[in-house]
């Protein structure tokens, strides 16, 4: 099989560009975001083939604009991580080694600093197996989401890890307690990217008006579906409904590595009654995304960049944070929504039918 005929082996310039391959984006807002990040309503794009998730994230956004005071939002930590994989000559000479580097903070400090003008080490975490040690670096990375940033910078504390233990060999510069793409309690617990909260006190009149349920009504199918189903289910340190369709249509419009919403797709909903009106939260910890890096240059990526207010002249970090900040938001929108639809029957396979309508 030629290269013509191979697409697995074509030139870039030999791959047809045709419309099949566009995703359908569209935008939704206002969203209406406050808090200690950002005092702002923005329109918000998002790709999707589930075309009903326009409209649902719109009606949750819909609230957010009727309430005085508007979507909290709050960042409880910015982590990313890799993990390396280096082997000692026992078990005894990898526990004396991981032991010993709390002493030498400065110096990882300083060759990670070297690596990279935004890269910074937060933290590490060390495990040991055998003659192995699972090293978690922990990196802050400015405005970019940082998988690269983070390799290069662990790439260079392997170097020099073997020039401060010579009897150390390298394993691996992935050691998989990072954890990429999987799904995992350490990220939960530790983080991945941004831990972003919204919250929201949304009055009853609302939750009649525009979600057509009532806030009782909310509290017990999150009960019921979110924390008892997905023990039920064995979920790892999740308890939600659909996270992972607000993020991925998120992430494609923002020129994210999309493979991410498998860890962002942990995090927690909660629905309370707060006297006659309805508390609503959502905890998303691992909400991997970045402002500069791989794919923010397309014109498009560019365009949803400018249009949220993500490109300005800020100091290093904060274009991400408020990108963090509105996927957050957007989370908020379209959990609220689909719990609400599925507490009268019929509702969401209605939905469905009208926007997926052949």
């Known amino acids: 099989m030629s290269a ?31 808090g200690p990040l950002l005092q702002a309503e923005v329109q918000v794009p998002l790709a999707t083939f589930e075309q009903p998730l326009w409209p649902s994230v719109a009606r949750g956004a819909r609230i957010t604009t009727r309430i005085e ?20 000559v026992s078990a005894e000479r990898a ?55 983070c390799t290069q910078a662990a790439d260079a504390v392997i170097a020099w890890l073997q020039t401060e233990f010579p009897d150390l060999t390298y394993g691996s510069i992935s050691a998989n307690t990072c954890i990429d ?11 991945r990217g941004y831990h972003m909260l919204a919250e929201c006190v949304v009055p009853r009149r609302l939750v009649t008006r525009y979600l057509k349920t009532t806030p009782e009504k909310i509290v017990a199918l999150n009960w019921k579906k979110n924390w008892v189903g997905t023990t039920l289910a064995g979920g790892i340190r999740t308890a939600n409904a659909h996270f992972a369709n607000m993020l991925l249509a998120f992430y494609l419009a923002t020129g994210q590595d999309a493979a991410n919403i498998v860890e962002g797709a942990q995090g927690f909903t909660l629905a309370e009654l707060r006297g006659d009106d309805l508390y609503f939260h959502v905890s998303v910890p691992n909400l991997i995304v970045g402002t500069v890096g791989n794919g923010k240059t397309l014109p498009f990526v560019q365009a949803n960049l400018r249009q949220l207010g993500c490109l300005e002249p800020r100091a290093p970090g904060l274009n991400a944070q408020r990108l963090a900040a509105i996927a957050a938001g957007v989370v908020w929108c379209g959990e609220l929504s689909l719990l609400a639809a599925q507490t009268n029957p019929g509702e969401l396979m209605a939905a469905h039918r009208k926007g997926e309508r052949a």
């Open 95 to 149: 526990v004396e080694i991981m032991h010993a580097l709390p002493g030498k903070r400065a110096s990882l400090q300083t060759v990670v600093a070297g690596t990279s003008r935004y890269a910074r080490l937060q933290d590490w975490q060390c495990e040991v197996a055998g003659c192995d040690c699972f090293i978690r670096l922990a990196f802050d990375t400015g405005d970019a989401a940082g998988h690269n940033m």
């Open 181 to 191: 793409k999987k799904p995992a309690a350490i990220n939960g617990l530790l983080g």
């Open 4 to 34: 013509a005929t191979n697409p697995l082996r074509a030139n870039k310039s030999d791959l047809p560009t045709t419309d099949w391959a566009t995703i359908p984006m569209r935008t939704v807002g206002p969203l209406c975001l406050r």
């Open 69 to 88: 005071t508007g979507l909290q939002i709050v960042c409880a930590r910015h982590t990313m991580t890799r993990s390396i994989l280096m082997t000692a």
